[in-house]
């Protein structure tokens, strides 16, 4: 039952998913990265004839797409069978509560993603601007967590450790400066 | 220069014509992949690597758990990809290896500017792509709100293309 209610340490999960770089060229030879699903179904719905989206997107990103579609099913597998907080620190949850944010009830705060805080100044920037920014950010870059941190730094690559460093100077400006601007007066 | 972008997509320096995929003999099996999604889904999940709570917990340097899980993420694949060169291994559907082969590159503008508006992202929304579609399954559906609007950021990209800086 502990395998079922705790959160898998760092030296289980990590693995696993470092696993999947050398599982995917095994199989077919592919460089695992999962954010180019983004530019997949751009080509696939809305290309408007621009070049970056001119492409076999079935061809190139169909394996792809399915593993995204797997993700999905993943998360609904695992997600209604787990109910506990998030074992986050004490620290974080301290600096947190500074913020406004007091419920650790589920994997996100539920006081600001949720449907009803989109209306909200914390609800639009962190979900529309942020996930904007996300998708912006990866393209731009050529690959996220997944193809440059994981993938790229795998390979050893030059230009994967640059993207990886500028994913972390984003991330602690994002939480550092522009959370407390947003959330500062609270929710 | 025919190097595959870090995500597998088109060429880094020839966008548009993914033409070595489009080529490849017959495409594999797709299903594979849809059982490694739901594995990595549950994995996600289980370690808490989709929680915004954990993220937050990275950036602020408050545990060791996200830094282990990408740290040890990073020595496996490594690892493996180091014996798959050295083997010189096939891949079992007989596609061509798409292992990145240039290591120095000069990383020009797009690793700096793309990295830092993905990390401001990140750092809002706690998720990356990946997660994104793994709480969306877990029943945070607003994620498909933020799916549209990763959409839309990366139609802009593709829209700006040739205004942005790169190399």
């Given at each position: 039952?502990?395998l079922?209610?705790r959160?898998?340490?760092?030296?289980?999960?990590?693995?696993?998913i470092?696993l999947?770089?050398?599982?995917?060229?095994?199989?077919?030879?592919?460089?695992?990265?999962?954010?180019?699903t983004?530019?997949d179904?751009?080509?696939?719905?809305f290309?408007h004839?621009?070049?970056?989206?001119?492409?076999?997107?079935?061809?190139?990103?169909g394996?792809?797409l399915?593993?995204?579609?797997?993700?999905?099913?993943?998360?609904?597998?695992?997600?209604?069978?787990?109910?506990?907080?998030v074992a986050?620190?004490?620290?974080t949850?301290?600096?947190?509560a500074?913020?406004?944010i007091?419920?650790?009830?589920?994997?996100?705060?539920?006081?600001?993603?949720s449907?009803?805080?989109l209306?909200?100044?914390?609800?639009?920037?962190?979900?529309?601007?942020?996930?904007?920014?996300?998708?912006?950010?990866?393209?731009?870059?050529?690959?996220?967590?997944?193809?440059h941190?994981?993938?790229?730094?795998?390979?050893?690559?030059?230009?994967?450790?640059?993207?990886?460093?500028?994913?972390?100077?984003?991330?602690?400006?994002?939480t550092?400066?522009?959370?407390?601007?947003?959330?500062?007066?609270?929710? | 220069?025919?190097?595959?972008?870090?995500?597998?997509?088109?060429?880094?320096?020839?966008p548009?014509?993914p033409?070595?995929?489009?080529?490849?003999?017959r495409?594999?099996?797709?299903?594979?992949?849809?059982?490694?999604?739901i594995?990595?889904?549950?994995?996600f999940?289980?370690?808490?690597?989709?929680?915004?709570?954990?993220?937050?917990?990275m950036?602020?340097?408050?545990?060791?758990?996200?830094?282990g899980?990408?740290?040890s993420?990073?020595a496996?694949?490594?690892?493996g990809?180091?014996?798959?060169?050295?083997?010189?291994a096939r891949?079992?559907?007989?596609?061509?290896?798409?292992?990145?082969?240039?290591?120095?590159?000069a990383?020009?503008?797009?690793?700096w500017?793309?990295?830092?508006?993905?990390?401001l992202?990140w750092g809002?929304?706690?998720?990356?792509?990946?997660?994104i579609?793994?709480?969306?399954?877990s029943?945070?559906?607003?994620m498909?709100?933020?799916?549209?609007?990763?959409?839309a950021?990366?139609?802009?990209?593709?829209?700006?293309r040739?205004?942005?800086p790169?190399?």
């Amino acid at each position: 039952m502990e395998l079922l209610t705790r959160p898998w340490p760092w030296y289980v999960a990590g693995p696993i998913i470092g696993l999947t770089v050398p599982l995917v060229y095994l199989y077919a030879g592919r460089k695992w990265g999962i954010s180019s699903t983004f530019r997949d179904v751009c080509a696939a719905t809305f290309p408007h004839g621009i070049e970056h989206f001119r492409y076999s997107w079935r061809h190139v990103g169909g394996w792809r797409l399915t593993m995204a579609l797997g993700l999905v099913v993943g998360g609904l597998l695992a997600g209604v069978t787990r109910s506990d907080d998030v074992a986050i620190s004490e620290a974080t949850r301290s600096d947190l509560a500074v913020l406004g944010i007091t419920d650790f009830s589920g994997l996100v705060p539920a006081e600001i993603f949720s449907w009803a805080s989109l209306g909200t100044l914390p609800g639009l920037v962190l979900i529309i601007g942020g996930g904007f920014l996300v998708g912006f950010g990866t393209r731009y870059a050529n690959g996220c967590t997944s193809g440059h941190a994981i993938s790229g730094l795998s390979a050893l690559r030059l230009t994967s450790l640059v993207a990886v460093i500028g994913f972390f100077v984003g991330g602690l400006i994002a939480t550092h400066v522009l959370l407390p601007l947003i959330m500062g007066g609270g929710l | 220069m025919n190097t595959p972008g870090p995500d597998g997509a088109a060429p880094a320096t020839v966008p548009a014509t993914p033409t070595r995929e489009a080529l490849a003999t017959r495409p594999e099996p797709l299903w594979p992949y849809a059982l490694l999604g739901i594995a990595l889904g549950i994995v996600f999940i289980r370690a808490e690597v989709v929680s915004w709570f954990r993220i937050q917990e990275m950036f602020r340097f408050q545990a060791f758990h996200m830094y282990g899980i990408i740290g040890s993420a990073v020595a496996v694949g490594a690892l493996g990809v180091r014996l798959i060169r050295r083997f010189e291994a096939r891949s079992f559907t007989r596609r061509p290896m798409e292992i990145p082969t240039e290591r120095f590159e000069a990383p020009g503008y797009q690793y700096w500017l793309g990295g830092i508006a993905f990390g401001l992202g990140w750092g809002l929304l706690g998720a990356c792509p990946g997660p994104i579609y793994v709480l969306f399954g877990s029943g945070v559906t607003v994620m498909g709100v933020a799916f549209l609007s990763a959409l839309a950021g990366v139609w802009t990209y593709g829209a700006l293309r040739h205004r942005l800086p790169h190399s």
